[in-house]
């Protein structure tokens, strides 16, 4: 009996490996691929290339377990095993063994990935070509751009609510923050995700390499109506997103005329 649960153990990793083959081939199995959205970042391919080195470590690691797991089961089966048991307790050697492979493992993580960390988290662009700060509140993406004199907290900040509008090609600043609880700032084409915290300001930023109409999401559990906190990303031309500025001033200044009165 124990056999046949050595051979039901097997297919753990036959199974596990197939379904890692069949979701992430996109170009043979369209249809069946769960993997990453398109990536438009260009920072993006930085966390793609880490995701995979630590799914390679962990896979070898599964398989490996696994594969051991079945063959004891079928090597020391009860029924056709006569040999008494042997019991062992401790080993100076086995605790070597599993505890440096682990740590070198996590060293060699923790340097690979120095550099991943360094352009999403410390190389901050100097001269971004646009800056906006991001709020979110339960449960919308408040967002604020600045006007003609490119400083915030002045009479000419555009505001918008769940439509982020970026340039294409060229680095975006985001001060992101949190009006009340926290909330997770996530871009998944462009690999970007942070938490907001309240009463912090964190900087983000990335640079979106093709335009179009992308995800902007909470990522956290922020309260009941967090499953509606979707806004939209557009990435467009410089000429494109300079009308969108002007478009967001134009009805700013409608909006704060008197009732009657429209400058006609």
Request: hydrophobic content about 45%; aromatic content about 14%.
């Amino acid at each position: 009996m124990a056999r046949y649960w050595a051979l039901l153990f097997l297919l753990v990793p036959i199974l596990g490996t197939a379904l890692f083959v069949v979701a992430a081939d996109e170009m043979s199995w369209p249809l069946l691929n769960h993997w990453f959205p398109r990536d438009v970042s260009e920072y993006g391919y930085v966390i793609d290339n880490l995701f995979m080195v630590i799914l390679w470590l962990t896979g070898v690691v599964f398989l490996g377990t696994e594969l051991a797991l079945a063959w004891f089961m079928w090597k020391y089966e009860a029924s056709v095993n006569n040999e008494p048991a042997k019991f062992t307790h401790g080993s100076h050697n086995l605790e070597v063994i599993w505890t440096v492979i682990p740590a070198a493992t996590l060293l060699f993580i923790a340097i690979y990935q120095l550099n991943a960390w360094a352009d999403t988290k410390v190389r901050q662009p100097e001269n971004p070509g646009a800056t906006v700060e991001v709020v979110g509140r339960q449960f919308e993406w408040r967002l604020r751009y600045p006007g003609p004199d490119g400083r915030f907290d002045t009479p000419d900040d555009l505001f918008s609510v769940n439509e982020l509008h970026v340039p294409v090609n060229e680095d975006i600043l985001v001060h992101l923050k949190s009006a009340d609880v926290l909330h997770d700032f996530f871009l998944p084409n462009l690999r970007v995700k942070q938490d907001a915290v309240p009463g912090m300001k964190i900087n983000v930023w990335f640079r979106a390499t093709e335009q179009g109409a992308f995800d902007l999401v909470c990522a956290e559990l922020c309260g009941w109506g967090h499953y509606k906190m979707k806004g939209l990303l557009r990435v467009e031309s410089r000429e494109d997103y300079q009308a969108y500025l002007k478009k967001l001033a134009t009805e700013q200044h409608l909006a704060a005329l008197p009732v009657g009165d429209d400058e006609s």
